[in-house]
């Protein structure tokens, strides 16, 4: 289906000074470090480069975006059960050092649920100095 909803020579209403105009256009999208690049149907404008999407648009090409999302969020938490392996923790020994719940590094490692970023953080300078947890243990 995808008809554009914008009627020809709408003035973009992000910017006030180009025009909308109907397209194809490849746009990369950062998701944690990560970028996704995809090929995006819309009405662009032709100053600011910002566009509005309709639901067939989205309907196109949010499926690939979720999956990208959902596969580097796996990732984090493969990652974060290697380093807790790695530091020769277990998941409530992991949880107790970061200050969350007894399941939350079963959680955080099945994907179940995002950890906050001082998790991701700590346990990746762990990785690279894994001496560093002796210090936090006695605390």
């Known amino acids: 289906m995808n008809t554009s909803i914008i009627v020809a ?4 209403p ?6 909308l105009r109907r397209y194809v256009k490849h746009v ?7 970028v ?14 910002e566009g509005i999407l309709n639901g067939d648009d989205l309907q196109a090409t949010e499926p690939a975006w979720l999956a990208f999302r959902e596969e580097v969020d796996k990732e ?24 969350g719940g007894k399941n939350a590094f079963s959680r955080y490692e099945r994907g179940e ?9 700590l346990f990746k300078l762990l990785d ?12």
Do not use: S
Request: hydrophobic share 35%; net charge neutral; with cysteine.
């Open 36 to 49: 996704f690049e995809q090929d995006q149907p819309g009405d662009w404008c032709d100053k600011c480069g």
């Open 14 to 19: 992000i910017c006030f000074q180009g025009v």
């Open 76 to 99: 984090e938490g493969q990652a974060l059960a290697r380093i807790r392996r790695k530091l020769r923790l277990t998941q409530a020994e992991a949880a107790k050092l970061t200050g």
């Open 113 to 121: 649920v995002h950890p906050m970023p001082a998790v991701l953080n």
């Open 28 to 34: 990369a999208m950062d998701y944690k470090g990560r």
């Open 9 to 12: 020579d709408t003035i973009c």
């Open 128 to 139: 690279k100095h894994p001496e560093l947890l002796d210090d936090l243990k006695v605390q």
